[in-house]
């Protein structure tokens, strides 16, 4: 019973019990990953590694496992065959989506999804890592450190004056934007963000690339994205997908050239606009 | 005093527990201070009435913790309300002693009846007030942690978990029908004679246990709004809103679901367990999946997700039934339903959603 007791004491985040070690240059690894689903190989032998501090756009038509992959990244599919591996030493296949969460993972959905009826200012306080445990959950009040993170956060992604503002009310970029925060207030290590830039503005989009840019270094960001517009403002690398496994890989001006992506993606994409 | 700053701003909250400090001392004075042929004078009957509406109420707000919350929609939850009243029964029922119909100083009638020898086991230590006090949390909570242990783990949630509670109070009144059981049956526990010494038929003892009622009330009032203010609130809502954003931030959400689904449970055990002294008997009967079905559609009424409108809406929806299963007792289950389909139509946000609305007009 204590051990259940001790359990629910971890009913949120535990301070990291073991730091990632990129020591290699490398913080995620994904090596021969395949997942099937009744019969569709939604990832086929996909090998994919992340450098520390790296900035990387994924892109690919539909169905290429850009979702999948990201399910499997923060354990919410586990894959058939292959290894994931956060740093050296963290396999994430052995945990789950929120033990994967507080290892140092965050992960932005495609739809903006930020608590509505909560403020600003509580949607990041509910992302907030540390002091979630189950003494830290029954408190009411913040301390002066932990308004500060939240000050700081609130700063990065401009929405300094709407911090007690309902969320529900905020513009669908500024949505966006919160949730990005609350993944910055969970301090990964590792930020995947699902279609950014989807119904923005050019406004909206010039001021994610911007925010995204600055992440990259202090965290890896990776980013699975339609608009090669947007792609293009913040990428130095892109990885193309394609039927679940890694077509292409290089600067986008380089892989604009490359015959076989024009053939998969790049063609169909620039048919479509 | 100064009040903490999560109750000074729940004005709605303020003014319940208000009402529950003038009803606690009102209804007592009025029995205690004016004649009996006094126009105002309340009688018993009704402050035991005023009783049995408050235990509703706390089983209201229970509910209202997890579903207007944290956005499981338990429809079972008049079986922890019916296992924390069966727990406080069973003592009522040691405390018959020899003064049952034949006289068995260690069994109650419906063993003697069923030619049984000893008390079964189970019903060691129901003889004294303090342990079953403790079993009226323990037992509801205890089933609600194994129930939500699984059901969460298993990620079972919307309708289905819906479905599933449904047939947990289904065969738990099945269970308790049965004679072999030992819980008495369909006829259940009753012609309880004292709590504590005290007579239960007694005006004081009524009204003590009608002001421990409003007390209890307050409390679990106070304890749910205490939770909903604090962060673990802020996960509730985020898991009911969300419940992958809140996984993906790193909460274990069936954990915080069974813990609070727990307590849930032992809020409504405390209801069923003052319940019962006032209404003088339990039966399977409290099981009835309709039992917490109505429970349900008083907190819709009432206004979902504001604890407050919980207890407004258990209040005026018990008070009609009081009053149409009076008048026209064919009618009440319509009315109920046509209600409840009034209410989601009309005022998805329940009557308090009026009072609000008046506030933020003002």
Redesign the interface.
């Known amino acids: 019973m204590s051990e259940l007791i001790s359990e629910f004491d971890a009913a949120g985040m535990h301070p990291l019990v073991e730091p990632v070690d990129a020591s290699h240059g490398i913080l995620l690894y994904l090596e021969d990953v395949s997942v099937t689903f009744d019969g569709f190989k939604a990832i086929d032998h996909l090998s994919l590694y992340i450098g520390d501090g790296e900035l990387r756009c994924i892109i690919g038509p539909n169905g290429a496992g850009k979702t999948t992959m990201m399910d499997i990244i923060t354990g919410k599919t586990k894959p058939d065959t292959g290894r994931v591996f956060f740093g050296q030493t963290i396999d994430l296949l052995k945990l789950d989506e929120p033990a994967i969460a507080r290892a140092g993972i965050g992960r932005k959905f495609q739809r903006p999804t930020v608590i509505e009826p909560l403020t600003v200012l509580e949607n990041l306080e509910l992302a907030m890592s540390g002091a979630k445990r189950l003494r830290g959950l029954l408190s009411t009040r913040l301390s002066k450190a932990e308004w500060e993170r939240i000050a700081a956060v609130l700063e990065r992604i401009g929405l300094s004056e709407h911090g007690d503002r309902p969320a529900g009310i905020l513009a669908h970029g500024q949505k966006q934007w919160l949730e990005i925060g609350m993944l910055l207030m969970q301090e990964p290590r590792l930020l995947l963000v699902d279609e950014p830039v989807a119904g923005m503005t050019p406004a909206e989009m010039e001021r994610t690339a911007e925010l995204l840019k600055s992440l990259a270094g202090e965290h890896s960001v990776v980013v699975v994205e339609h608009d090669m517009g947007f792609v293009r403002s913040i990428a130095d690398k892109v990885t193309v997908l394609h039927q679940g496994r890694v077509l292409a890989e290089g600067r986008l001006d380089e892989l604009q050239t490359d015959p076989t992506v024009i053939e998969v993606y790049l063609g169909v994409s620039d048919a479509q606009h | 005093m100064r009040l ?3 109750l000074l701003s729940d004005r709605a909250g303020l003014a319940l527990l208000t009402a529950l400090t003038v009803l606690a001392i009102g209804v007592p004075a009025l029995n205690l201070l004016l004649p009996t042929d006094h126009p105002l004078h309340l009688s018993a009957y009704t402050i035991t009435l005023i009783g049995k509406y408050l235990c509703y109420a706390l089983l209201a707000v229970s509910v209202d913790l997890v579903w207007g919350y944290m956005g499981i929609l338990s429809l079972g939850h008049a079986a922890f309300f019916a296992l924390g009243g069966y727990c406080f029964g069973m003592y009522l029922m040691r405390q018959i002693g020899a003064r049952g119909v034949y006289g068995n100083s260690e069994l109650p009638d419906f063993m003697v009846f069923l030619n049984w020898s000893e008390l079964p086991w189970y019903w060691y230590g129901f003889d004294q007030f303090w342990f079953a006090a403790l079993m009226v949390l323990i037992v509801p909570g205890l089933l609600a942690f194994v129930f939500g242990w699984f059901a969460f783990r298993s990620r079972v949630s919307g309708v289905y978990l819906s479905i599933i509670t449904q047939a947990l109070t289904y065969a738990l009144m099945l269970a308790f029908f049965r004679n072999e059981m030992g819980f008495g049956g369909n006829n259940g526990l009753t012609d309880f004679k004292e709590v504590l010494g005290f007579s239960l038929h007694a005006d004081g003892t009524r009204i003590v246990l009608f002001a421990l009622s409003a007390l209890a009330l307050a409390g679990g009032y106070l304890a749910c709004r ?2 909903v ?4 609130g ?2 509730l ?2 898991i009911r ?2 419940e ?10 069936e ?2 679901k069974a ?1 609070v689904f727990t307590f849930s449970a032992m809020l409504a055990g405390v209801a069923g367990a003052l319940y019962v002294p006032q209404v003088g008997i339990i039966n399977p009967g409290e099981f009835a999946p309709l039992n917490s079905i109505e429970a349900v559609i008083w907190v819709a009424v009432g206004g979902r997700g504001t604890l407050v409108g919980a207890v407004v809406g258990a209040v005026l929806v018990n008070y009609a039934k009081t009053w149409l299963t009076g008048a026209l007792p064919e009618v009440w289950l319509f009315a109920l339903g046509g209600l409840f389909v009034a209410v989601t139509l009309l005022l998805p946000r329940g009557l308090i959603a009026l009072w609000r609305r008046r506030e933020a007009t003002a």
């Open positions: 903490p700053a999560w205490w939770l203010s604090t962060r673990l802020r996960v809502v985020a809103d969300s992958d954003r809140a996984r993906f931030l790193g909460y274990r959400v954990r915080v813990l």
